[in-house]
């Protein structure tokens, strides 16, 4: 199989947009069915489209709505809604070595989410450090406007959808996740990282089953990393042993 080409310098960020593509399969269908929900908890169309471009969390938007429409305080929705994105406390660590030579970094983080993490941590590397800030910005920018867009058409069609074509309905929740399987599918030839998705998975259902299911993500992410960097540990020791052996 040949390598992604790389691109030039002009062009990084339309290689991103262009790879950001397939991710659309999955952010329009449940942007799509969040847009739909908010609007019959009592948002308006404009108030789900704004807290897509401004919170734009996946997740913690359902719940969000739900908490709000509940009458839930102000403070534990907040608390709860940063209880679920805890888990980009591994994700920007692993993402900015590869864009920390640019002063734009952290802002945009805000296009960070689960698919683009694992589309960029494979795809990063790859690239030349000139064209890495052009490729997220391309890629991170294609996600979000499908995400504000899918939103849209939600808070005004979806109903008209849904009721149209009922299984639609059905189906869109499940979009994401399957997408973010497929990203994650190639990682599971690697030994290293098959332990750790292991170990992740293992977890995160473990905790779900005693019904935390709110932190279940957030925790199992930083068991995940404890994981990964204690299998990296082990195998660096192992190398300096063997290393330290023959040179003996």
């Given at each position: 199989?040949?390598?992604?080409?790389?691109?030039?310098?002009?062009?990084?960020?339309?290689?991103?947009?262009?790879?950001?593509?397939?991710?659309?399969?999955?952010?329009?269908?449940?942007?799509?069915?969040?847009?739909?929900?908010?609007?019959?908890?009592?948002?308006?169309?404009?108030?789900?489209?704004?807290?897509?471009?401004?919170?734009?969390?996946?997740?913690?938007?359902?719940?969000?709505?739900?908490?709000?429409a509940a009458g839930a305080p102000l403070w534990l929705v907040v608390v709860m809604t940063?209880l679920i994105n805890a888990r980009h406390l591994v994700y920007g660590p692993n993402i900015?070595?590869?864009?920390?030579?640019?002063?734009?970094?952290?802002?945009?983080?805000?296009?960070?989410?689960?698919?683009?993490?694992?589309?960029?941590?494979?795809?990063?590397?790859?690239?030349?450090?000139?064209?890495?800030?052009?490729?997220?910005?391309?890629?991170?920018?294609?996600?979000?406007?499908?995400?504000?867009?899918?939103?849209?058409?939600?808070?005004?069609?979806?109903?008209?959808?849904?009721?149209?074509?009922?299984?639609?309905?059905?189906?869109?929740?499940?979009?994401?996740?399957?997408?973010?399987?497929?990203?994650?599918?190639?990682?599971?030839?690697?030994?290293?990282?098959?332990?750790?998705?292991?170990?992740?998975?293992?977890?995160?259902?473990?905790?779900?089953?005693?019904?935390?299911?709110?932190?279940?993500?957030?925790?199992?992410?930083?068991?995940?990393?404890?994981?990964?960097?204690?299998?990296?540990?082990?195998?660096?020791?192992?190398?300096?042993?063997?290393?330290?052996?023959?040179?003996?």
């Amino acid at each position: 199989m040949s390598s992604p080409a790389k691109p030039g310098i002009h062009s990084a960020w339309i290689t991103g947009a262009r790879e950001g593509i397939p991710l659309l399969g999955g952010y329009i269908p449940v942007a799509i069915s969040f847009g739909l929900i908010a609007v019959q908890s009592g948002f308006s169309a404009w108030e789900a489209v704004l807290i897509s471009t401004v919170v734009y969390a996946g997740a913690s938007q359902f719940l969000f709505v739900a908490m709000v429409a509940a009458g839930a305080p102000l403070w534990l929705v907040v608390v709860m809604t940063l209880l679920i994105n805890a888990r980009h406390l591994v994700y920007g660590p692993n993402i900015a070595p590869w864009l920390s030579g640019s002063r734009w970094w952290p802002w945009l983080m805000h296009g960070l989410t689960d698919q683009i993490f694992a589309l960029s941590h494979v795809r990063l590397p790859q690239l030349e450090a000139r064209h890495r800030m052009g490729w997220y910005i391309g890629v991170a920018v294609v996600a979000w406007f499908s995400w504000i867009g899918g939103t849209a058409i939600g808070a005004v069609a979806g109903m008209e959808l849904t009721q149209r074509w009922p299984l639609v309905g059905e189906v869109m929740p499940f979009a994401l996740p399957a997408l973010f399987l497929v990203l994650l599918a190639p990682r599971f030839a690697s030994r290293h990282w098959a332990l750790t998705l292991a170990a992740t998975i293992s977890s995160a259902l473990l905790i779900a089953l005693y019904g935390f299911k709110n932190a279940a993500i957030p925790i199992a992410a930083v068991c995940g990393a404890l994981v990964y960097y204690g299998l990296d540990i082990l195998v660096r020791n192992r190398l300096n042993s063997t290393s330290e052996a023959k040179n003996g």
